[in-house]
């Protein structure tokens, strides 16, 4: 087979994994960058929990999806921005509009909670995309791209903040890395440098954990320090 013809298969392949009324649900439900597990894309896709996992084998197969396990949990997520241009270029020539995301977490655990020992909710997700946005990390590093690095600016701007970088490198324990948040499906930071974070908001009082559970409260004083420090609106 030439160069053209197994490409040629190949498309055909993608097609036909796409193609699939229940595996073009699942997909494009996935289109607005928020991860499911299989059996809420089993219920998006109207099929049962077994029927989901084959039509997920073969998106996977067809590098569609990729999954991040965490825990006892299994979430999927589009490959890549490939592949959500390619289905937005169908939605072009369909003219299909699609549903948003529509999260059911209590509020008072989605704003802000704790996932073991760094933050997580709607401000660890922000604080997350702020930190990007302001060079201090960069990701996309180590063997399954899920690894995040503290730039030289970031270096500064945490030892500024009272973080010791280097100390929380040294630890036992993942650095820094992407952790799937649970309620806004977007990841926030985990690792040594996300406890840190953490550590840091709790002793400064921007949030203040409720005795009874993974909730935070975040105080007046957090809300100024992270729109200060951050650009981040809580």
């Known amino acids: 087979?030439?160069?053209?013809?197994?490409?040629?298969?190949?498309?055909?392949r993608i097609a036909a994994a796409i193609g699939e009324p229940a595996r073009a649900k699942m997909l494009y439900c996935l289109m607005d960058g928020h991860a499911r597990t299989s059996t809420?894309?089993?219920?998006?896709?109207?099929?049962?929990?077994?029927?989901?996992?084959?039509?997920?084998?073969?998106?996977?197969?067809?590098?569609?999806?990729?999954?991040?396990?965490?825990?006892?949990?299994?979430?999927?997520?589009?490959?890549?921005?490939?592949?959500?241009?390619?289905?937005?270029?169908?939605?072009?020539?369909?003219?299909?509009?699609?549903?948003?995301?529509?999260?059911?977490?209590?509020?008072r655990l989605r704003t802000a909670r704790t996932c073991y020992d760094h933050m997580a909710g709607a401000v660890g997700v922000g604080l997350h995309d702020r930190l990007l946005k302001l060079g201090w990390i960069e990701a996309g590093v180590g063997k399954d791209g899920t690894a995040y690095e503290v730039t030289a600016q970031g270096a500064k701007a945490f030892a500024a903040l009272g973080i010791d970088v280097e100390a929380a490198r040294m630890l036992r324990r993942r650095f820094a890395c992407a952790c799937l948040d649970w309620s806004e499906r977007r990841p926030h930071v985990g690792g040594a440098l996300g406890a840190a974070l953490l550590k840091l908001a709790l002793k400064r009082r921007w949030v203040a954990q409720e005795p009874d559970g993974r909730a935070l409260g975040v105080t007046r004083v957090g809300q100024r320090e992270m729109l200060a420090r951050f650009g981040l609106r809580v």
């Open 40 to 107: 809420e894309l089993s219920v998006v896709a109207e099929v049962s929990p077994s029927t989901a996992s084959v039509h997920l084998s073969r998106l996977k197969t067809e590098r569609l999806v990729k999954a991040l396990v965490q825990g006892k949990h299994r979430f999927y997520s589009l490959e890549g921005p490939d592949v959500a241009s390619a289905l937005e270029a169908l939605s072009v020539l369909a003219d299909a509009p699609r549903s948003s995301f529509v999260p059911t977490t209590p509020s």
């Open 1 to 12: 087979m030439d160069v053209r013809q197994s490409s040629d298969a190949a498309v055909s």
